[in-house]
């Protein structure tokens, strides 16, 4: 499994198909996806346990959820990444809940040594959502956390 967190040291209109009923057609604009209800909570390694950082959202579209990328990057280092570097990064697990949403959650598992060489302060989580019919959503802060000593 790829680890991706950004370590301070190392920052150096789409229509759908019309439908044909008698000889009438109608079409519908697809829908862009959402990412909505995200949060993010950190949980600090313990001498017994390995901490971690876990990311969930509910993603929604029309068609449905291919798959949500996520990374987690320290605010202090401004590196601000764009929807183009995010669909390099890891995917979260995303679970069905509608024919057209998903839940979806990322979990990195943090050991004390990683822990230690992380930066303090506020992190930012961004997220890339991708829909069954190639739509995106680019949610550059899409949650924060603190992370402290």
Not at 16 to 34: K, M, N
Not at 85 to 90: P, Q, T
Not at 118 to 136: C, N
Request: hydrophobic share 45%; net charge neutral.
């Amino acid at each position: 499994m790829q680890k991706h967190i950004v370590v301070s040291s190392l920052i150096g209109a789409v229509v759908v198909g019309g439908v044909a009923a008698g000889g009438f057609a109608v079409a519908r604009p697809a829908t862009e996806p959402a990412v909505r209800n995200a949060s993010v909570r950190h949980v600090a390694p313990s001498a017994a346990a390995p901490g971690s950082i876990t990311f969930t959202a509910d993603v929604s579209d029309d068609s449905g959820v291919r798959d949500v990328r996520v990374l987690a990057w320290p605010a202090r280092s401004k590196l601000d990444p764009t929807e183009a570097e995010l669909r390099h990064v890891d995917r979260a697990t995303c679970r069905a809940t509608t024919d057209t949403a998903s839940r979806c959650t990322y979990t990195l598992a943090v050991t004390r040594e990683e822990a230690a060489g992380l930066e303090k302060g506020t992190w930012h989580v961004s997220a890339l959502a991708t829909a069954e019919d190639g739509g995106t959503v680019f949610a550059p802060r899409a949650a924060s956390f603190d992370l402290t000593g």
